[in-house]
């Protein structure tokens, strides 16, 4: 199949996949093997090869199947799949940055991320860091030095759902010959392709909106070739942060409906942004869909839609913030995002990132991830919670 010439969602369907050589079967199956025959020469074999299916730890048919999937899906050359996010997000990061490297990273980001950079990196390695607004050009010009090896956004940021823009970031990377990495997973490729607009890698947490229905972890780069293989080799075969066969071939199931989902989660979501922002009892919402947000307009010109995830705040203290989420019936009480069933979280202002969040997140924040469910009904859910809360 000429990857160049079928649709996205064509794609999703069928990429990776293919007829099984032994049975026929139309589905590949599920190799749940640790290791596979040698060559009969086996003198000359390089054991650590990732691309060579030797081990599992190295790589296995699965995850090739689902890398071929995701690069195909990002526009990518290549494209490596891990245990988690995480592990994809520490691979690019053990790879790419040494003792003499600069990190120039967004202030809000995934909490790893924000540990690794802001306490793991610089006490070990002394590894250089700054941290900053990246919604902010101007902070990152002032900030990029000669020995700058990193550009790190999340967009949109978890939790405030900040927006970064990508295109004017990867001018700035390439001017100082650093790599502009991206964690692309509030938006899946569906709704933003990073690697198209100058990014040098895109990350995803395949837990989260790729495999779209809560029962497997992954995490995933994708981007070209030879920097693919250096993270490949390190965060494989070096440090092990191999996917299990079962939960790459679970996400290779998941992706099939990502449009579709997408379309949803998105059409929702703004439905809800809009109801809360009308709704007297809430504090603030934060929404790239929404005029109000601060990035719409970069929001508009890099995404197509803007996915499910919502933080807002209640006018009322962490008592209410409480009473409010422990009063739904249908929105679960539950880390994560991008599930099918919809899920909340509160983060109360202990929360040691809150010094970096805009000012409305100071007083504790609800991040809210809009499921697959009638929108209607998770408004009702709302409804009915407020009133409990006490809130109307
Ligand atoms: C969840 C998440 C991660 C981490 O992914 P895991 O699969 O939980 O390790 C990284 N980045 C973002 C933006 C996330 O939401």
């Known amino acids: 199949m000429d990857q160049e010439k079928i649709a996205f969602r064509t794609k999703c369907v069928h990429t990776g996949n293919g007829i099984d050589k032994e ?11 640790n290791s596979y025959r040698l060559p009969e020469d086996a003198s000359t074999l390089n054991w ?47 790879t790419f940055l040494d003792q003499n490297a600069h990190i120039i990273c967004s202030n809000v980001s995934y909490v790893a991320v924000y540990r690794l950079l802001h306490e793991y990196f ?12 990246t919604a902010n050009l101007d902070e990152i010009k002032k900030a990029v030095r000669p020995n700058t090896k990193i550009i790190h956004i999340e967009t ?35 709704l933003q392709r990073p690697l198209e607009l100058g990014a040098d890698l895109v990350i995803h947490s395949l837990t989260k909106y790729i495999n779209g229905h809560g029962d497997a972890m992954g995490g995933a780069v994708i981007g070209g ?50 109801f809360l922002e ?37 006018k009322g203290d962490v008592n209410i913030h409480n009473k409010f989420v422990n009063s739904l019936n249908l929105i679960v009480p539950a880390v994560s995002i991008g599930h099918d069933e919809s899920l909340i979280v509160y983060t ?25 469910e009638e929108a209607d009904d998770i408004i009702n859910d709302l409804k009915q919670a407020l009133k409990k809360a006490g809130l109307l």
Request: hydrophobic letters at 40%; charged letters at 20%.
């Open 348 to 372: 109360g202002p202990t929360d040691e990132r809150n010094h970096f969040y805009p000012e409305e997140f100071k007083n504790g924040h609800l991040r809210f991830s809009v499921g697959l």
């Open 23 to 33: 049975t026929g079967s139309i589905r590949r199956p599920i190799t749940m093997a």
């Open 156 to 190: 949109p940021g978890n939790p405030t759902t900040r927006v970064s823009d990508i295109a004017e970031i990867a001018k700035i990377a390439k001017a100082v010959g650093a790599l502009l990495t991206v964690d692309s997973t509030f938006a899946s490729p569906f």
């Open 225 to 274: 070739k030879e920097l693919i293989d250096k993270i490949k080799r390190q965060a494989m075969v070096n440090l092990g942060g191999a996917i299990s066969p079962f939960n790459a071939w679970l996400i290779m199931r998941g992706v099939v409906t990502l449009p579709l989902r997408m379309k949803q989660h998105s059409e929702s979501a703004l439905k809800i942004a809009h």
């Open 278 to 314: 009308e709704h007297p009892a809430i504090a603030f919402v934060a929404y790239p869909g929404l005029a109000s947000h601060p990035q719409h307009e970069i929001a508009k010109k890099q995404m197509t839609m803007f996915s499910g995830v919502i933080s807002f705040g209640l």
């Open 122 to 133: 610089p006490d070990k390695y002394g590894v250089e860091v700054t941290l900053l607004d």
């Open 48 to 94: 650590s090869d990732p691309n060579q299916l030797v081990y599992t730890r190295n790589t296995s048919a699965n995850q090739i199947y689902l890398q071929e999937k995701l690069a195909a899906l990002e526009g990518g050359e290549d494209c490596v799949v891990l245990g988690t996010g995480v592990a994809a997000l520490a691979g690019v990061f053990f």
